[in-house]
């Protein structure tokens, strides 16, 4: 925890649930800033894109002009983690967007293919003790219309699955959860995240 005292990151701020991420992270030691505009991500080491609703924070990533800059902190080594609505939004390929949504935005920092709400509908939301690679016990995954990864590249790790479903992956400084650890009191993934900046 002590290591991760020098660690600044930042949670972009626009919508959903990035509050409690912030929260976690500083738990554990790190600096965060809350990301609204390009000039927020300075000095950063690592992003938390939060869940939420993907199709609004895309529409608002659009609106802050923040794709481009986001896809430079990444591509300059920056650790990026998408968590649900995060998570659609770092993929390649998202499906599952009502058409009058129309077009959807995204970072597109992962080649993975997501489908939206896949684990059904709002009162679908449920938790359960997910086995991820790397961890000695379960971590209590918390679903909220999450996102399942259908189609991971090569070079990701895929780090858990439920219901053999991908629902945790890494590529790189990459890093994409279908569910929120940010609502548990659990902070292994947070930890594993700080780990990956640099
Ligand atoms: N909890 C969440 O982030 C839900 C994600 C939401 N279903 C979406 O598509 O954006």
Same mark, same amino acid.
């Given at each position: 925890?002590?290591?991760?005292?020098?660690?600044?990151?930042? %949670?972009?701020?626009?919508?959903? @649930?990035?509050?409690?991420?912030?929260?976690?992270?500083? !738990?554990?030691?790190? !600096?965060?800033?809350?990301? !609204?505009?390009?000039?927020?991500?300075?000095?950063?080491?690592?992003? &938390?894109?939060?869940?939420?609703?993907?199709?609004?924070?895309?529409?608002?990533? %659009?609106?802050?002009?923040?794709?481009?800059?986001?896809?430079?902190?990444?591509?300059?080594?920056?650790?990026?983690?998408?968590?649900? @609505?995060?998570?659609?939004?770092?993929?390649?390929?998202?499906?599952? &967007?009502?058409?009058?949504?129309?077009?959807?935005?995204?970072?597109?920092?992962? @080649?993975?293919?997501v489908r939206?709400?896949a684990f059904?509908?709002?009162?679908?939301?449920?938790?359960?003790?997910?086995?991820? @690679?790397?961890?000695?016990?379960?971590?209590?995954? %918390?679903f909220?219309?999450a996102p399942v990864i259908e189609?991971v590249?090569?070079?990701?790790?895929v780090?858990a699955r439920h219901d053999g479903q991908v629902v945790l992956?890494?590529?790189?400084?990459?890093?994409?959860?279908s569910f929120?650890?940010?609502?548990? !009191?659990?902070?292994?993934?947070?930890?594993?995240?700080?780990?990956? %900046?640099?």
């Amino acid at each position: 925890m002590a290591g991760n005292l020098d660690k600044r990151v930042g %949670v972009l701020a626009l919508q959903g @649930a990035f509050r409690e991420h912030a929260a976690m992270l500083e !738990r554990l030691g790190a !600096r965060v800033t809350e990301v !609204r505009l390009p000039a927020d991500l300075a000095g950063l080491g690592g992003l &938390v894109i939060p869940g939420g609703e993907s199709t609004t924070i895309g529409k608002l990533l %659009v609106d802050f002009d923040l794709i481009e800059p986001i896809r430079a902190f990444a591509a300059s080594g920056g650790a990026v983690w998408g968590t649900c @609505a995060g998570a659609i939004l770092l993929a390649q390929d998202i499906q599952g &967007v009502p058409p009058q949504f129309g077009f959807q935005p995204s970072l597109a920092l992962m @080649a993975t293919r997501v489908r939206r709400n896949a684990f059904g509908r709002q009162v679908d939301s449920f938790e359960v003790p997910l086995n991820v @690679a790397g961890l000695n016990a379960p971590f209590p995954a %918390v679903f909220i219309r999450a996102p399942v990864i259908e189609a991971v590249p090569d070079e990701a790790e895929v780090l858990a699955r439920h219901d053999g479903q991908v629902v945790l992956v890494r590529q790189g400084r990459l890093l994409a959860s279908s569910f929120h650890p940010e609502l548990t !009191r659990d902070a292994r993934l947070h930890e594993l995240f700080l780990n990956l %900046v640099a």
